[in-house]
Structures are given as C-alpha cells and as structure tokens.
C-alpha cells in the first residue's frame, strides 16, 4: 500500500497523456457534415461566422483572390468580400479520408452566386479536432477553379481584397 500513492501520482501524467491523445470518432457523413455547417455559414452572409469555422492557426488558400489568408483577420477580409457575392456551394464529388484526430474532405464543388454565375472549383478542407474548443475545425481549405472552363462554367471576377 505504501507504493500504491508514488506509483499513482507517477502514472498520473501518462494517463492525462493517454486522454489527450484519444482519437474523436467521425464518419465520413460527420465529415460531410461539417462542410456543411461552412456552408450554411457562408450563406448566412455573416463573414465572422464563416472564419469561426477555421483553426486560430490554419491556411486558407481561397477560389476568388491570389492572396494566402493565415490569420483570422485576413480570413475575414477575404469573406467580407466573397460573400458580397452571395454563394453557394453543392458538392459534385468528394472522396474523405480519416485519421486519429484528422480529417480529410476534398474533390469538386460548384459555386453558385446572386448573378448567376457558376464556378466549378477543386476544393480540400482537412480538419482536426481540437479538444478544448470542443470541436473539429478546419486547419486548411484550399479550393481553386477549374483550369478547363466548361459550356456552363462562367469566371467570377477577381475579388483580390
């Protein structure tokens, strides 16, 4: 009994260790399911909701600007003029791909905008889960249009801001 208290307070770090390193479940429809919540994000117009989506410390390599958004302030000048344009995005393809604490969500997706215009891109959100926000949140989310323009595909112009 005397080894029982030194070797408990001895293993106590290893236990909060195994804690931090448990693996979140998620499927792939949970997977879909938080493009999804960007989505809808995007579509409510409000630019600070969208960035809450984004890891503090994440890339975002946008479809209508040549700009790396890394912080959360460039992140929201990128939305505050991406969604003046009023998109919306549906997913035509993707494939996902899980891991301990990570997620992998890309393929084709279509903006549709307020004026009509269509944009075909390549998209790739890899997510994360982050146990003290409670939460998966994307860590990068890169998504450019697609270099061969089709009969329905109409270019957006630059919103280089």
Same mark, same amino acid.
């Given at each position: @009994?005397?080894?029982?208290?030194? &070797? &408990?307070?001895? &293993?106590?770090?290893?236990?909060?260790?195994? *804690?931090?390193?448990?693996?979140?479940? +998620?499927?792939?429809?949970?997977?879909?399911? &938080?493009?999804?919540?960007? *989505?809808?994000?995007?579509?409510?117009?409000?630019?600070?909701?969208?960035?809450?989506?984004?890891?503090?410390?994440? @890339?975002?390599?946008?479809?209508?600007?040549?700009?790396?958004? =890394?912080?959360?302030?460039? /992140?929201?000048?990128?939305?505050?003029?991406?969604?003046?344009? /009023?998109? /919306?995005?549906? +997913?035509? $393809?993707? @494939?996902? @791909?899980?891991?301990?604490?990570?997620?992998?969500?890309?393929?084709?997706? $279509?903006?549709?905008?307020?004026?009509?215009?269509?944009?075909?891109?390549?998209?790739?959100?890899?997510? /994360?889960?982050?146990?003290?926000?409670?939460?998966?949140? +994307?860590?990068?989310?890169? $998504? $450019?249009?697609?270099?061969?323009?089709?009969?329905?595909? =109409? =270019?957006?112009?630059?919103?280089?801001?």
């Amino acid at each position: @009994m005397k080894y029982a208290l030194p &070797l &408990l307070v001895a &293993l106590s770090p290893v236990a909060t260790l195994a *804690n931090e390193q448990a693996c979140q479940p +998620i499927d792939e429809a949970q997977v879909a399911a &938080l493009f999804d919540r960007w *989505n809808a994000d995007v579509q409510t117009g409000d630019p600070q909701r969208v960035v809450e989506n984004y890891a503090r410390n994440s @890339m975002l390599l946008p479809t209508v600007s040549n700009t790396p958004r =890394q912080t959360p302030e460039a /992140k929201l000048d990128y939305f505050q003029h991406f969604l003046a344009l /009023k998109p /919306k995005g549906e +997913i035509v $393809s993707r @494939m996902v @791909m899980i891991e301990c604490n990570g997620a992998l969500d890309t393929g084709l997706y $279509s903006f549709h905008f307020a004026d009509g215009a269509t944009v075909p891109a390549r998209y790739t959100f890899t997510y /994360k889960w982050f146990a003290d926000a409670g939460q998966w949140l +994307i860590t990068s989310h890169h $998504s $450019s249009a697609m270099p061969e323009q089709t009969d329905v595909a =109409q =270019q957006v112009p630059q919103a280089d801001h």
